[in-house]
């Protein structure tokens, strides 16, 4: 089970990286990700409907939860759109990747009665540094932490977090597709006003629709990856696995973006799969 739970946190960064690649690369990111959550509710609406006749009577709290979670991921989701119009891939994607490692795990055990040992801190402690290492644009992240583009991304993980803890426990009274497709519902309705308002939409559709229908894939497919990841083993291991996904985003940054990248990237890329190691160990 552990192996498994692995590799599919492993999948699950490698294609949330993808689709947030999609997401800087796009026109109007309202538009696109409005686009990609009509695509995700279309193409695994199926899978919900195999899903509803195992679903129980669920008590008034489960509701509760199902609605703090899609409450939770449409401001995740208008904040993520916000961060990638004003600030660069490479500096906003490890911000947002690195606020999760370090806040789930402390919930996780204070909230959820998990444990983990000494060298699974020190792991997450890693991963953490590393990941803050590659999102440093020529140090500025430490020098201007008042920085508009990086408060908005801290906001941005700071959501992760917060929805991750509750869909930890949402599980127990909705199957991961039901959970995921809620979510993308909420985040459809969450950018439905300003997509409305926007002069974008025919153009975003033109330039962008294969990229689109492979984003509303992409996207609750990883996050269902990671949900099956925690049916399997503790939030408080899993989630900073995830961040492997930073390294693959780095990657696609200067591979695929072109932007620069530094040996401190490296370095800081060594200190991730480290801390994966030591986690994995725990």
Same mark, same amino acid.
């Given at each position: #089970? ?5 590799? %599919? ?33 279309? *193409? ?25 979670? #899609? ?34 795990? *402390? ?26 290492? *590659? ?20 906001? !941005? ?55 689109? %229908? ?15 990841? %925690? ?15 930073? !390294? ?7 591979? *695929? ?21 030591? %986690?994995?160990?725990?």
């Amino acid at each position: #089970m552990f192996n498994l739970a692995v590799g %599919l946190v492993i999948l699950s960064g490698l294609a949330h990286s993808v689709w947030n690649l999609f997401t800087k690369k796009s026109i109007n990111k309202n538009v696109f990700l409005w686009f990609c959550q009509w695509a995700a509710i279309l *193409i695994f609406l199926p899978f919900v409907l195999v899903e509803l006749p195992t679903i129980g009577q669920v008590p008034f709290v489960g509701w509760l939860l199902l609605a703090a979670s #899609m409450i939770l991921h449409g401001v995740y989701i208008l904040l993520l759109a916000k961060s990638y119009t004003i600030g660069d891939l490479s500096q906003v994607f490890p911000i947002i990747r690195g606020t999760s490692p370090l806040l789930v795990p *402390i919930f996780g055990v204070l909230l959820l009665n998990e444990s983990l040992s000494l060298l699974g801190w020190i792991g997450i402690v890693c991963i953490v540094s590393g990941i803050f290492l *590659i999102g440093e644009a020529k140090g500025r992240i430490f020098r201007k932490i008042v920085d508009k583009t990086i408060l908005i991304a801290l906001l !941005v993980g700071v959501m992760t977090t917060s929805y991750t803890i509750v869909d930890k426990v949402t599980l127990q009274y909705f199957p991961s597709f039901t959970l995921n497709w809620a979510s993308n519902v909420g985040n459809l309705l969450a950018l439905t006003t300003i997509v409305m308002r926007s002069q974008g939409i025919r153009q975003e559709w033109k330039v962008n629709w294969k990229t689109i %229908l492979l984003g509303g894939l992409l996207a609750p497919g990883s996050y269902i990856l990671f949900l099956k990841a %925690l049916e399997l083993m503790p939030v408080s291991q899993i989630a900073p696995m995830r961040e492997i996904g930073t !390294v693959f985003g780095t990657l696609m940054g200067v591979f *695929i973006l072109h932007e620069r990248q530094g040996k401190g990237r490296i370095l800081a890329s060594v200190s991730i799969t480290a801390g994966i190691i030591m %986690l994995a160990q725990t």
